[in-house]
């Protein structure tokens, strides 16, 4: 991202201007100001997202170099129509909104934040999982609603009795997938004394295993876990993978946890497994579609309970990204290999020789 200073015959270091369009902490902004000329648009703040055409346009029409993107998505017709925008960062995990196989063939870089919200997910499964297990928003609701009786009388003990629970210590936590949520979930399992197994054909058993995480085939996995969160990504194999079939195979009594794709898991099997009772209750931050209409079943029985994918609604996930792309950029921007490239075969034949 240099250019050469045709006077000295040297490499200058001419401003290079990023345009930032995602949510992006202060700090990390004034120091990537010292390298770059940067103009922040935060869709959070601006309260708009921009299509496409838009995106393209802007880019072009202020002449970036580099462009930050959380909400918009960075299509080929964008990298074609800005054939300037040399560096597209995602703060996401992995650059979903971004078409990788253009910009890799366009010879653009593109640059992730893996692992960004690993711990504040696996904060809100837990969270998830206690209010299950105790039933702390239903009992909530019941104190606020007037329903918390005091007395001697038999009435008095109702809500000791109606919201009795269970403690998670010696319960099988079992893991589909074994990423960055998972691994921080199963650290925090442990600490509450739960057995942790997962599921991840991609991962080795020996990982595994140094992880104090037991190995499970699918089936093994879902015929023994008495609690079982999704971590998989939604791609062709993964759709649909935990039938209504498969959810009946887990134990009953089991509580099924989703922070990763709706997509993977058959939705309208839920209701009748908790209404029978072999679920015994669900969390789910991800839903099709988003938001669920008034109505819908999985709105109706309170052993159920969704929330509005908030999993990576935390002030440390916009620092944390902040902090990775703030890094990447000023790597490159020095010439040096950013560290966390999605299509790393593009470097070197941007990157000038040293």
């Known amino acids: 991202m240099a250019g050469e200073d045709s006077r000295s015959g040297r490499y200058s270091r001419p401003a290079v201007k990023v345009l930032i369009l995602a949510p992006f902490d202060a700090t990390e902004l004034e120091r990537l100001r010292e390298v770059a000329e940067v103009v922040h648009e935060s869709w ?3 309260r708009r997202m921009h299509s496409p055409d838009e995106l393209a346009g802007r880019v072009v029409a202020g002449g970036f170099d580099a462009v930050v993107v959380e909400a918009e998505f960075v299509t080929r017709d964008v990298l074609e129509a800005a054939p300037g925008l040399a560096v597209i960062a995602s703060a996401r995990g992995k650059p979903v909104n971004v078409d990788l196989a253009a910009a890799t063939e366009l010879g653009r870089i593109v640059l992730g934040t893996p692992g960004r919200n690993a711990d504040s997910v696996a904060d809100l499964c837990m969270g998830m999982l ?6 702390i ?6 104190v606020r609603e007037g329903g918390w009786v005091v007395g001697l009388d038999a009435d008095s003990l109702v809500p000791y009795i109606r919201f009795r629970g269970v403690e998670l210590a010696g319960r099988r936590l079992g893991l589909l997938g074994f990423g960055a949520v998972a691994r921080a979930l199963a650290v925090r399992a442990r600490a509450f004394g739960m057995r942790v197994q997962a599921h991840d054909p991609f991962v080795d058993p020996a990982t595994l295993e140094d992880q104090r995480v037991t190995p499970r085939t699918l089936d093994e996995l879902l015929a023994t876990s008495d609690v079982l969160s999704v971590h998989v990504e939604r791609t062709p194999e993964t759709v649909g993978m935990l039938t209504a079939e498969r959810l009946r195979s887990l134990p009953r009594g089991a509580i099924l946890l989703n922070t990763a794709r709706a997509q993977v898991l058959d939705q309208a099997a839920i209701p009748p497994l908790i209404a ?3 679920l015994a209750a669900a969390a789910l931050d991800v839903v099709a ?3 669920l209409p008034a109505g819908h079943p999985l709105l109706i029985d309170d052993r159920i309970l969704v929330l509005p994918h908030i999993g990576g609604a935390t002030h440390d996930v916009v620092r944390r990204h902040s902090e990775m792309i703030r ?7 020095r010439d040096d290999r950013p560290r966390r490239c999605a299509n790393p075969e593009v470097l070197d034949a941007v990157l000038r020789p040293r």
């Not at 206690?130 to 039933?135: G, P, T």
């Open 327 to 333: 890094e990447d950029l000023e790597l490159l921007v």
């Open 137 to 142: 928003s239903a009992a909530a609701r019941v």
């Open 130 to 135: 206690l209010d299950r297990v105790r039933h």
């Open 276 to 278: 029978e009772g072999h």
């Open 44 to 46: 959070v703040d601006e």
């Open 289 to 291: 579609p988003e938001p």
